[in-house]
C-alpha cells in the first residue's frame, strides 16, 4: 500500500469510503460557479475547487506557463503536458491532505472563494473536442454483434485480432452529461420491402465506452509507440455512443457508420486522470494470435474499472440497472488505439477524444448495449416496475457509472446520462407545396 493510498483529507467528505472524490482522485473539469464565472475545477469530497482563483494565489502551478486554469475548457491545461499535470496534482494534494501545507485549511477567506458545493455549480463540456474517434476493441460486443449478423462462425472480422478497428465519428455532437437526446430520423429499409423509407429511428440504443482524452498533440507523419501513446492520454470519461440500429443496418455497407452514430455521443463531465487510476492498471485479455510489434504493450496498459448502465423509463422513480461490465474486457487497450491511429502519419491532437468502442462481459448480463442484452430486439428486458423494453422509447434515461475499488476508497468517474426526447418532424422534407 503506498503512502497516496492510506492519506486523508481535512475535507471530511473525501474521507467517505463511498464518496466518488477522495484525495486519490482529483478529477478536472469545467464548471458554472454561482456566480457565472465557467472555470476548471476540480473535485474533493462534495466539493469543487475553484482552480483559476486557487492559480492566482501561486499555490498551484504548472511551473511551465502562465495561467491556464481562468478557462472554460481544459485544453490549456492539458496541453503542457505530463510534467504540469503531476505538478499541479502534488500542489493540490499537498494543499487537501491532513498535515500537509496547511495555506488553504488555515485561510477561511480563501476556503470560502476556492471552495464551493458540488451541488451549487452546473457542469459543462470538460474540454473542447478536437477530434472524435470511435474503436470496436470489445471481442465480446464484436463476436456478439457479429454473430446476429454473421452466424457464429464469421463473427470476427478476418482483421478483427491484429488492429483497433475505428471509424471517425463527429466532434460536433459530443455533449456532457445530461443533455437532453432528441431521437434521430433517417432511412431505413425493412426485410420485405422494395424501396426505403425516412422517418424516426425505432431501435434507438446505447452502446456502454470509455473515452481517452489525448492531452498532448504528435506530429503530422510521425508514428508513435504504445508507451508514448500511453504518455500522451491525460485521462478518461463515461462515454455513451448512441446508436440508431435500424439506421445503421441500412447504410453502413461499405463504408460503416454515419448517420446511425453523427447525431450524439455522451460524455461525463469529470475527466479520471491517468495519475489516479495508476493503482489500478492491469493487462489486456491474452492474445488469441501474436500482435504486429507496434501495437505491443511494453507494460499493463488496461485498468480495473467497474461499469454499470441504468434505465429509467419517463415518470418512474426507480432506475433499473440493466447491465454491469469491467473496462479491462477490451481487447486493446486505449494506447493501442492511439498508437495504430497515429501509425500512418496520421496527427493527433489535444482535446481528440477516443471512444473504446462497446465493453461487453462474457454474458448477457454484463453486455454493453441494448442491441446484445435484447438479442437484437428478440429477447424483451424487464425493468423494476414491470415496464419491457428491447429498444430505447421516448423519455426514456440511460445513465452510465463506473468507479475503480481501492483499499478504503474508490475512484469514481461520476455519471454519463441522458433522456431521449421525440424526433423532430421534418415539414416537406422534398419541399413539395
Same mark, same amino acid.
Not at 83 to 90: D, L, P, S, Y
Not at 114 to 128: E, Q, S
Given at each position: 500500500m503506498t503512502s497516496l493510498q492510506i492519506i486523508k483529507s481535512w475535507i471530511e467528505s473525501a474521507n467517505d469510503p463511498q464518496n466518488s472524490f477522495p484525495i486519490q482522485n482529483l478529477p478536472f473539469g469545467i464548471a458554472q460557479l454561482p456566480n457565472g464565472k465557467q472555470n476548471c475545477v476540480c473535485a474533493i469530497g462534495d466539493f469543487i475547487i475553484d482552480l483559476a482563483e486557487l492559480e492566482l494565489t501561486g499555490l498551484i502551478s504548472t511551473q511551465s506557463q502562465g495561467t491556464v486554469f481562468n478557462q472554460p475548457a481544459l485544453n490549456d491545461f492539458m496541453q503542457c503536458?505530463?510534467?504540469?499535470?503531476?505538478?499541479?496534482?502534488?500542489?493540490?494534494?499537498?494543499?487537501?491532505?491532513?498535515?500537509?501545507?496547511?495555506?488553504?485549511?488555515?485561510?477561511?477567506?480563501?476556503?470560502?472563494?476556492?471552495?464551493?458545493?458540488?451541488?451549487?455549480?452546473?457542469?459543462?463540456?470538460?474540454?473542447?473536442?478536437?477530434?472524435?474517434?470511435?474503436?470496436? %476493441?470489445?471481442?465480446?460486443?464484436?463476436?456478439?454483434?457479429?454473430?446476429?449478423?454473421?452466424?457464429?462462425?464469421? %463473427?470476427?472480422?478476418?482483421?478483427?485480432?491484429?488492429?483497433?478497428?475505428?471509424?471517425?465519428?463527429?466532434?460536433?455532437?459530443?455533449?456532457?452529461?445530461?443533455?437532453?437526446?432528441? $431521437?434521430? !430520423?433517417?432511412?431505413?429499409?425493412? /426485410?420485405?420491402?422494395?424501396? =426505403?423509407? @425516412?422517418? /424516426?429511428?425505432?431501435r434507438l440504443d446505447i452502446e456502454l465506452e470509455m473515452g481517452a482524452v489525448i492531452g498532448t498533440p504528435s506530429k503530422m507523419g510521425q508514428p508513435i509507440s504504445v508507451q508514448q501513446a500511453d504518455d500522451m492520454i491525460f485521462g478518461y470519461v463515461l462515454l455513451n455512443d448512441w446508436s440508431a440500429r435500424d439506421i445503421q443496418a441500412w447504410e453502413y455497407q461499405p463504408l460503416g457508420p454515419f448517420? %446511425?452514430?453523427? @447525431?450524439?455521443? !455522451?460524455?461525463?463531465?469529470?475527466?479520471?486522470?491517468?495519475?489516479?487510476?495508476?493503482? @489500478? $492498471?492491469? !493487462?489486456?485479455?491474452?492474445?488469441?494470435? =501474436?500482435?504486429?510489434?507496434?501495437?505491443?504493450?511494453? !507494460?499493463?496498459?488496461?485498468?480495473?474499472?467497474?461499469?454499470?448502465?441504468?434505465?429509467?423509463p419517463d415518470k418512474s422513480n426507480t432506475p433499473t440497472t440493466i447491465s454491469r461490465t469491467n473496462y479491462n474486457n477490451l481487447y486493446y487497450s486505449a494506447a493501442q488505439q492511439l498508437a495504430h491511429h497515429a501509425s500512418s502519419g496520421c496527427k493527433m491532437n489535444t482535446g481528440d477524444l477516443l471512444g473504446s468502442g462497446t465493453i461487453s462481459g462474457p454474458d448477457k448480463s454484463s453486455f454493453g448495449s441494448l442491441l446484445e442484452i435484447s438479442w437484437g430486439g428478440k429477447e424483451p428486458i424487464t425493468l423494476d416496475g414491470g415496464q419491457t423494453r428491447t429498444f430505447i422509447q421516448d423519455g426514456d434515461t440511460l445513465t452510465l457509472s463506473g468507479y475503480a475499488q481501492g483499499d478504503g476508497y474508490k475512484i469514481g468517474f461520476g455519471e454519463c446520462s441522458g433522456t431521449i426526447l421525440p424526433a423532430i418532424k421534418m415539414n416537406n422534407p422534398a419541399g413539395d407545396d
Open positions: 503536458g505530463p510534467k504540469a499535470w503531476q505538478n499541479v496534482r502534488t500542489d493540490l494534494i499537498n494543499l487537501l491532505k491532513t498535515n500537509g501545507n496547511n495555506a488553504l485549511e488555515n485561510n477561511d477567506k480563501l476556503k470560502q472563494q476556492v471552495l464551493i458545493a458540488i451541488n451549487d455549480v452546473k457542469m459543462l463540456m470538460p474540454f473542447k473536442v478536437a477530434e472524435y474517434t470511435d474503436f470496436y %476493441a470489445g471481442k465480446q460486443h464484436a463476436i456478439n454483434v457479429g454473430t446476429m449478423f454473421r452466424g457464429a462462425e464469421n %463473427a470476427l472480422p478476418p482483421n478483427w485480432l491484429h488492429i483497433p478497428i475505428g471509424y471517425n465519428g463527429r466532434a460536433s455532437t459530443v455533449v456532457v452529461s445530461g443533455t437532453p437526446i432528441i $431521437r434521430p !430520423s433517417g432511412q431505413t429499409k425493412a /426485410p420485405d420491402a422494395e424501396q =426505403p423509407t @425516412f422517418g /424516426p429511428c425505432k448517420q %446511425a452514430k453523427a @447525431f450524439a455521443t !455522451s460524455i461525463s463531465p469529470w475527466v479520471i486522470t491517468k495519475a489516479a487510476l495508476e493503482p @489500478f $492498471r492491469t !493487462s489486456t485479455p491474452k492474445r488469441d494470435k =501474436p500482435l504486429l510489434d507496434y501495437l505491443k504493450e511494453p !507494460s499493463p496498459m488496461s485498468y480495473d474499472i467497474e461499469l454499470e448502465i441504468s434505465m429509467q
